[in-house]
């Protein structure tokens, strides 16, 4: 349905977009014991840091092969290996998984070799997962770098085994927060399911507070589950960027997948739970025909203030699908998307036009309109324009519980609503005396024609 | 040899340091960055330590010419304030793509600094290099000379990337931008006996405006302030002050000593953390500028200030001494701080129980040293597991660090502040020690405490929440 366009400009201002090799370090982050490792220079993985731990407000392990000048033009083998042996001594994760960076990619770095030359010449990496995924700077954006690290981590760690009916895997897309991740295990546990779910931040990055400290991270999805979802009946992938993923899953297991592009939406939770339902032969829970009941009602209460509304929205291109649809099922007018990166998404997208841009093009594109959605360096935008702004995404480094805000399921679906309706009803349009006047020529007419008696 | 690496050699020999001048020829070729263990490395790269030196310039356009990592990671992260302009908030990048790594990106940097003269007219653009756009051989200089001469405005390289070393090394070749091509390229209108410069002080939360009414009530005029809220006419016309301050340690050690050498703008080393650390850089200000010419009565006046404004601070003060006297704080930041915050800490009574000397110059060391009797409570490089033990053994009441280690102090459930580039709280000059007991009183003090220590009922002794990812 929508054009999809291109930026043209050479210089991109105030970037919507952040890098792959982040992306994929955020992945890794939803592994249980795994320290994610940036092959480049260490402010490669400084910057990492910092925006998650002002997003999620909490440790992020991440270490760096702290490239430099000299090391950059006679191959990193030796700062790979040293960091491999430090991690390995320092903090024994049992996954360390390595992205590639801009730096060592224009290098062109053969890290897959690198890498064979590294376990022959320690044995006591033997129990330790290495997984390399190669994300350069220049491609892509943060979802496809997620996107690439889930493939390698179940193509490197994942084996068939025989099936078991009621195990399931699941691959969120890195637009599932800790708490649609919480939502999305509840419901799949609730027809009798196990799930495996990999990444998992709910179990890493959810803000729980253990009682031991560890250098890597602690809680997501462990080695050993991540084996075993080779003998899943089916894989869940959540969004358009887990279908590579998915597929390479099911090319090297055999567990075949389905692809839910959102999770937000009644239509969409609809075929969802059908899905749960027909393969648990299970019936919906009780819980959640309510649930569809409630949703059902936000949307009749709700609408009387999303109909007509013109919003702007800047997202990766699943979470932009997520939220551009379930407004535009609401009513609203898409009437500025802007994007990242490529996706079959895009021009199914319920706009006219989606620009592969920045946060310019969005500020640009939004006058007029009466909210914009963006990550949280939307604020300068949304200060200009004077315009209500709705936090969504990586980055949200300026609001407490970024992690668990829920969007998924009846039950996220209807409180975003509410939170989108409120925001309508906060900037309801007030009529006033010359809310109404008459065009000014016929105005005159009459006038004129009264003193003329 | 490249202009980088020659660039690279000047700022390590640099004699303005002491440090530096007490190693043997061959030591001082090897540099002053400590080498980085691969696998075991946090901080920043040359790239960030040129952007944190430069950004907050808020006048001008900050552009950053590489892959979106470099700016689209970072953009809009820090807290240096602005009393006007706003664009250096703006983020401007090149966004490279494969086709410009392939064909290079000088291109396209060219049309992105005429794109933004176009739309935002700053009074000038600073170019910032990148390992990607470095490696590929674009030689930003020339770009930026070709832009200056076809758009008749200042367009600057900032030849700092990131592979280059450490952040530290990326300030001082972030100062060495402004030596090169900032520095002196315009006059000020007139000039008075009483103008300073200040080095290394970056406005964050404000800070600068906590020591700025000081100087008003003195008549001292800055100058220009490298860089917090400094515009870019000040930083031009830097050259007409008549005797200037270093803070921030080392940071911009080079700009101090080159602004001496060739403006003969003599400086001193200081601080604004700390009662007794502000009284004694107003009266080295004073002094200084004497020295240069100023009326001698300024001493006099500054004298009087000092005495008034610490009698001020004092009994602001006064009223947290009994709370906060006795407490025992673990201090974890760099450098010139590190000393700073100590004395200034211990001026209350609160005593310092440990102190991280990991960013910390040897001069900085020997001062800590000085202020905390002994060295037994520094550690050279405190892991955060180790951290961690010592805080949740509670052998400290409170623990100030910068952001990244704020949540080995809350998940040991002690109170943490933050007293690095990320903070909201202003802690310089008279106020701000007020301000920063306030705020530790604040924490300390706070209901949660008890609360969140208590264990759930049916928690056993020690027994604490299993760790999801296994156990479900």
């Known amino acids: 349905?929508?054009?999809?366009?291109?930026?043209?400009?050479?210089?991109?201002?105030?970037?919507?977009?952040?890098?792959?090799?982040?992306?994929?370090?955020?992945?890794?982050?939803?592994?249980?014991?795994?320290?994610?490792?940036?092959?480049?220079?260490?402010?490669?993985?400084?910057?990492?840091?910092?925006?998650?731990?002002?997003?999620?407000?909490?440790?992020?392990?991440?270490?760096?092969?702290?490239?430099?000048?000299?090391?950059?033009?006679?191959?990193?083998?030796?700062?790979?290996?040293?960091?491999?042996?430090?991690?390995?001594?320092?903090?024994?994760?049992?996954?360390?998984?390595?992205?590639?960076?801009?730096?060592?990619?224009?290098?062109?770095?053969?890290?897959?070799?690198?890498?064979?030359?590294?376990?022959?010449?320690?044995?006591?990496?033997?129990?330790?997962?290495?997984?390399?995924?190669?994300?350069?700077?220049?491609?892509?954006a943060f979802q496809d770098g997620w996107g690439k690290a889930v493939t390698r981590i179940v193509t490197t760690i994942c084996e068939?085994?025989?099936?078991?009916?009621?195990?399931?895997?699941?691959?969120?897309?890195?637009?599932?927060?800790?708490?649609?991740?919480?939502?999305?295990?509840?419901?799949?546990?609730?027809?009798?399911?196990?799930?495996?779910?990999?990444?998992?931040?709910?179990?890493?990055?959810?803000?729980?507070?253990?009682?031991?400290?560890?250098?890597?991270?602690?809680?997501?999805?462990?080695?050993?589950?991540?084996?075993?979802?080779?003998?899943?009946?089916?894989?869940?992938?959540?969004?358009?960027?887990?279908?590579?993923?998915?597929?390479?899953?099911?090319?090297?297991?055999?567990v075949p997948f389905r692809l839910f592009d959102r999770l937000t939406g009644l239509e969409a939770n609809d075929e969802f739970l059908q899905f749960l339902s027909e393969l648990s032969k299970d019936e919906i829970p009780v819980k959640y025909r309510r649930q569809r009941s409630q949703l059902v009602d936000a949307m009749l209460d709700g609408h009387f203030y999303c109909g007509g509304k013109k919003v702007a929205i800047g997202a990766e291109p699943d979470l932009l699908w997520q939220i551009a649809s379930l407004l535009t099922e609401m009513g609203c007018e898409i009437e500025a998307a802007v994007t990242t990166t490529h996706s079959v998404v895009l021009e199914r997208m319920p706009a006219e036009e989606v620009l592969i841009g920045d946060l310019e093009d969005l500020e640009q594109r939004a006058a007029g309109c009466d909210l914009l959605i963006t990550h949280s360096h939307g604020r300068q935008a949304a200060e200009r324009l004077e315009m209500p702004f709705l936090r969504m995404g990586i980055p949200m480094f300026d609001r407490l519980g970024a992690a668990h805000k829920l969007s998924v399921g009846y039950r996220g679906t209807r409180d975003l609503i509410f939170e989108i309706g409120n925001i309508f009803l906060d900037n309801v349009h007030e009529n006033r005396p010359d809310s109404w006047p008459l065009p000014v020529n016929d105005g005159n007419e009459y006038a004129q024609a009264e003193t003329h008696h | 040899m490249s202009a980088l690496s020659s660039k690279v050699e000047a700022v390590f020999n640099e004699p303005g340091c002491n440090v530096n001048q007490g190693k043997s020829d061959k030591e001082r070729k090897k540099g002053c960055a400590k080498p980085l263990t691969p696998g075991a490395a946090a901080g920043g790269c040359a790239f960030d330590g040129a952007k944190i030196a430069l950004q907050p310039i808020v006048d001008v356009a900050h552009l950053v010419h590489g892959p979106i990592a470099c700016e689209g990671n970072s953009w809009d992260n820090r807290h240096a304030a602005s009393s006007g302009p706003k664009l250096y908030r703006t983020g401007f990048t090149t966004d490279i793509g494969d086709l410009d790594v392939v064909y290079g990106g000088e291109k396209r940097l060219f049309r992105a600094i005429r794109e933004i003269i176009e739309k935002y007219d700053p009074p000038a653009v600073f170019v910032y290099q990148t390992c990607v756009t470095a490696m590929i051989g674009d030689d930003i200089e020339a770009v930026c000379k070709a832009a200056a001469a076809k758009f008749g405005k200042p367009v600057i390289p900032v030849n700092s990337p990131g592979f280059a070393g450490s952040k530290n090394l990326g300030n001082k070749l972030g100062g060495e931008a402004l030596l090169d091509y900032v520095v002196g390229t315009q006059e000020p209108e007139f000039t008075t006996p009483y103008d300073i410069n200040i080095y290394g002080e970056y406005n964050l939360a404000g800070e600068l405006w906590q020591v700025q009414p000081l100087f008003d009530a003195l008549g001292i005029r800055v100058l220009a302030n490298i860089s917090g809220d400094a515009r870019y006419a000040d930083v031009a016309r830097s050259h007409r002050a008549r005797a200037a301050m270093m803070v921030c340690s080392k940071a911009?050690?080079?700009?101090?000593?080159?602004?001496?050498?060739?403006?003969?703008?003599?400086?001193?080393?200081?601080?604004?953390?700390?009662?007794?650390?502000?009284?004694?850089?107003?009266?080295?200000?004073?002094?200084?500028?004497?020295?240069?010419?100023?009326?001698?009565?300024?001493?006099?006046?500054?004298?009087?200030?000092?005495?008034?404004?610490?009698?001020?601070?004092?009994?602001s003060i006064e009223p947290y001494r009994a709370r906060l006297s006795g407490k025992r704080v673990l201090l974890i930041t760099g450098g010139v701080k590190s000393w700073s915050v100590v004395s200034a800490l211990q001026e209350i009574g609160i005593e310092v129980m440990g102190t991280s000397t990991k960013k910390s110059t040897r001069e900085d060391k020997e001062r800590i040293k000085e202020i905390m009797g002994d060295e037994s409570h520094m550690f050279d490089d405190l892991p955060p597991r180790e951290m961690y033990k010592i805080l949740k053994n509670s052998e400290a009441d409170i623990m100030l660090s910068g952001g990244r280690s704020q949540?080995?102090?809350?998940?040991?459930?002690?109170?943490?502040?933050?007293?690095?580039?990320?903070?909201?709280?202003?802690?310089?000059?008279?106020?701000?020690?007020?301000?920063?007991?306030?705020?530790?009183?604040?924490?300390?003090?706070?209901?949660?405490?008890?609360?969140?220590?208590?264990?759930?009922?049916?928690?056993?002794?020690?027994?604490?929440?299993?760790?999801?990812?296994e156990a479900g």
């Open chain 1, 160 to 254: 068939p085994r025989p099936r078991t009916a009621w195990q399931v895997n699941v691959l969120p897309g890195c637009h599932m927060t800790v708490a649609d991740i919480e939502e999305i295990r509840e419901i799949i546990e609730s027809f009798g399911l196990y799930p495996i779910i990999a990444p998992d931040l709910s179990g890493s990055l959810d803000g729980h507070i253990p009682e031991t400290f560890l250098p890597t991270t602690l809680g997501g999805a462990s080695v050993e589950k991540i084996r075993s979802m080779g003998g899943s009946a089916v894989t869940i992938a959540i969004g358009e960027q887990m279908r590579w993923a998915a597929e390479a899953l099911q090319e090297k297991t055999g």
């Open chain 2, 252 to 315: 911009l050690i080079n700009i101090a000593r080159k602004m001496e050498e060739r403006y003969g703008i003599p400086y001193f080393e200081g601080s604004f953390y700390g009662i007794s650390d502000t009284s004694e850089s107003l009266r080295s200000i004073a002094r200084l500028l004497v020295q240069q010419g100023a009326p001698q009565e300024l001493l006099v006046r500054t004298e009087s200030l000092i005495a008034r404004e610490e009698a001020r601070a004092w009994a």
């Open chain 1, 1 to 140: 349905m929508a054009t999809v366009t291109h930026s043209k400009k050479a210089c991109a201002v105030n970037p919507l977009k952040m890098s792959a090799p982040i992306g994929a370090a955020l992945a890794f982050l939803g592994l249980d014991k795994c320290m994610p490792l940036m092959h480049g220079s260490q402010g490669c993985t400084a910057f990492g840091l910092v925006l998650f731990v002002r997003h999620f407000r909490e440790t992020i392990p991440l270490q760096t092969t702290a490239m430099n000048e000299v090391t950059t033009i006679l191959g990193g083998l030796d700062n790979l290996e040293q960091a491999i042996v430090n991690i390995h001594t320092r903090a024994n994760p049992q996954v360390i998984g390595i992205c590639s960076t801009g730096l060592t990619e224009t290098k062109g770095e053969d890290v897959d070799g690198y890498l064979r030359l590294i376990r022959k010449r320690h044995p006591e990496l033997a129990e330790t997962e290495l997984v390399y995924v190669a994300t350069p700077d220049y491609q892509g």
């Open chain 2, 407 to 469: 949540f080995v102090a809350l998940k040991a459930k002690t109170p943490w502040m933050d007293i690095n580039q990320e903070r909201h709280h202003a802690f310089a000059g008279y106020e701000g020690m007020v301000e920063l007991m306030k705020q530790i009183d604040r924490l300390l003090y706070n209901p949660i405490w008890t609360q969140v220590r208590r264990p759930a009922p049916w928690e056993l002794d020690g027994e604490g929440l299993d760790v999801r990812g």
